[in-house]
């Protein structure tokens, strides 16, 4: 089946077939989708797929950007998982992107063509069609903590997230802490929501209300932590301590409350998740949920190395252990309130009065 033909089937020009197998963006919608629709159907291939060329060891890493520790640390056990293995990396970032992104279709055309051997997609969105667009062509793909929920059949490597949550907020409950805030990342990631319903149980546990305006979402960046904790200080009870969704997070938590002099941890306790190079190197050193983001990106690899080898693969899912890293972000909280009465940040509560609950 040549190109010709497919224009012909179609009832549109040669170029504009071309246009559509090479993922150029100057096609109508219609047009692109009834293109893509006769060269499934007719089952067209490419003149390198005719000639057999065989699949390169090239991986494409997609990450939404390259702005966190978080990132960089997975990006760096992919390429060290990928020298040990001789594979190639070709990396992409979806916010650098000027032109519109490739549709489903087009992107796993340009798979093929380009003989890749798969792609590993990290904090990004990926829907069922992009899924069922790579499976019809048999690439291998796999995604570390999308940002919204996966399909049951997509290969996924992430972290125990709900226990990270629970062992963060267990922490600040056996300091003493009972008004516990959470500011997680994007409402519907799957690793966001985890970590929150950790967070919720150790609460809960403890018979501890968790009130609504101590839980807050936004993207896994610095902004979000600023934005939620000068709101939660604004509050007539605030908060005691802050469990951040990420690193990046609490770093604009340690940001604000150094415009707002108020002290970490002597007024405001505050810990992690991730236990990036930035927990270690922010003033305070933070107490974070440490992940092994390096074994991740190994990990996803791998994954993608044994779906090319044909392995049957018991799990889709890979989860590794986090564990808690206290460092000098946390301590108990000041003196306690008289119940009914939480004492705000910076303001010593009356001696010998019983703590609070939310």
């Known amino acids: 089946m040549t190109l010709s033909a497919v224009a012909r089937e179609v009832g549109v ?13 100057d096609v109508a919608q219609g047009t692109r ?5 006769a ?8 003149p390198l797929q005719r000639k057999g060329k065989p699949v390169q060891r090239t991986v494409e890493a997609v990450f939404d950007s ?13 390429m060290e998982q990928a020298n040990v293995t001789d594979m190639e990396v070709i990396l992409s970032v979806t916010g650098l992107q000027a032109a519109p992104p490739l549709g489903p279709e087009e992107r796993a055309q340009r798979m093929v063509d380009e003989a890749r051997s798969g792609m590993i997609v990290v904090t990004s969105a990926f829907g069922a069609a992009q899924l069922e667009a790579f499976q019809r062509r048999q690439i291998p793909i796999v995604v570390i903590d999308p940002l919204n929920p996966p399909p049951a059949d997509l290969y996924s490597v992430g972290s125990s997230n709900w226990a990270g949550g629970k062992a963060a907020a267990t922490h600040l409950l056996e300091l003493g802490h009972r008004r516990i805030a959470y500011i997680g990342g994007p409402a519907t990631a799957e690793c966001s929501q985890a970590r929150l319903h950790g967070y919720m149980a150790a609460l809960m546990a403890e018979g501890i209300t968790v009130e609504h305006e101590y839980v807050s979402a936004g993207p896994f960046r610095p902004e979000t932590g600023a934005a939620a904790f000068k709101s939660l200080v604004a509050l007539e009870d605030p908060p005691t ?16 409350a150094r415009r707002q002099d108020i002290r970490i941890p002597e007024e405001m306790s505050l810990v992690g998740f991730d236990g990036t190079y930035q927990a270690e190197e922010s003033t305070p050193p933070l107490t974070s949920v440490s992940q092994p983001l390096q074994e991740i990106g190994r990990s996803a690899l791998n994954f993608i190395l044994r779906q090319m080898q044909g392995e049957e ?10 564990h808690l890293v206290v460092r000098e ?13 939480p004492t705000s940040p910076g303001k010593p509560a009356s001696p010998g009065k019983a703590a609070s609950r939310l």
């Open 33 to 37: 989708a009834r293109v893509l629709a």
């Open 313 to 322: 693969i018991d799990s889709r899912r890979v989860e590794l252990a986090t």
């Open 329 to 341: 972000s946390t301590a108990p909280p000041r003196e306690p309130a008289s119940p009914g009465k």
């Open 39 to 46: 060269l499934q159907r007719t089952g067209y291939q490419s």
């Open 13 to 25: 020009s040669v170029p504009t077939v071309s246009k559509v197998v090479n993922g150029r963006g």
């Open 66 to 78: 390259l702005n966190s520790a978080y990132n960089m640390e997975v990006l760096k056990g992919i």
């Open 241 to 256: 301590a802050v469990f951040a969704g990420s690193d990046s997070i609490a770093m604009g938590v340690l940001a604000e």
